[in-house]
């Protein structure tokens, strides 16, 4: 043993054993391995091959990394834990995808986020996924796309989609059906998925064709609100006419119209009385 050591080029064949400080002016080239028990402080670590840790790593800096990365947990722990320790009210911890494209332009693919499991025939499955997209890449217009989509019969259909033009449910045109439920109303707002027919306020999947009102208690109906000097209208058309047949209720005097074939049939006053235009 030795108190103090100063070399230009020192070659260790067997164990070495460091009570103080190591001081390395120059660089440190490892054949075998190294093991540290307690902190190592490295102000730039560069590392050409595998680190396996069997404990902790600690990083007080940002880790950015220039490869595909694979995280790999034994049991149902959290995999993956985003903290922020931020005591103000802005967003935080916050997730950024971000496709750094030198050349970005209209209809680019943006982040995909896959949710893959097992079948039981021992093959992987893509159960769901989100996308995301640019429409229009030019600068002040900029439009976007997101969608959800899930697996359905063994085939990948899209659920949700965002455009800039609308929002649609079941693009894909599924036999899905959309239900809306309440605090009171499994079918508060339903459509069959199979036949489109639609109902309000029920508690059950609709039996009848079109556009269903039911209601759980002793009366129901259809409710019309206009304004005090405005009108409510209830239209019946066709290919034709879209307007053929009619039902107006003017708030202006509280008369109510039938009108039949485009032209008025019967008017109602507010007082009862009633005008027919054509024969009783």
Request: glycine share 8%; net charge negative.
């Amino acid at each position: 043993a030795f108190a103090s050591l100063n070399v230009v080029d020192l070659k260790v064949q067997d164990d070495l054993t460091v009570t103080d400080d190591v001081i390395i002016g120059g660089d440190i080239d490892l054949e075998g391995s190294i093991d540290v028990n307690g902190t190592t402080n490295l102000d730039v670590v560069d590392i050409d091959g595998a680190v396996d840790m069997a404990s902790t790593l600690q990083v007080d800096g940002s880790i950015t990394s220039s490869d595909g990365m694979t995280i790999t947990t034994a049991d149902n722990s959290d995999t993956l834990t985003l903290v922020s320790t931020d005591a103000d009210s802005s967003f935080g911890p916050n997730l950024n995808f971000y496709r750094n494209s030198s050349s970005p332009a209209d209809n680019d693919l943006l982040t995909q986020i896959d949710f893959n499991g097992r079948n039981d025939n021992s093959q992987n499955v893509l159960y769901a996924n989100i996308q995301t997209q640019i429409i229009d890449a030019s600068d002040g217009t900029e439009d976007g796309r997101f969608q959800i989509n899930t697996i359905v019969n063994g085939t990948d259909r899209n659920r949700i989609l965002l455009t800039p033009s609308e929002t649609v449910l079941n693009e894909n045109s599924v036999d899905l059906d959309f239900r809306v439920e309440s605090n009171n109303l499994t079918h508060a707002l339903f459509v069959d998925g199979a036949t489109g027919n639609i109902m309000m306020g029920g508690a059950t999947a609709p039996e009848t064709t079109g556009l269903s009102i039911e209601t759980t208690s002793s009366s129901g109906g259809l409710n019309i609100i206009s304004p005090n000097t405005g009108r409510g209208d209830i239209f019946f058309g066709d290919t034709a006419d879209l307007n053929v047949g009619q039902i107006r209720y003017a708030h202006s005097d509280n008369s109510m119209t039938f009108r039949t074939n485009a032209a008025d049939a019967l008017v109602i006053a507010s007082d009862g009385a009633a005008t027919f235009t054509g024969a009783i």
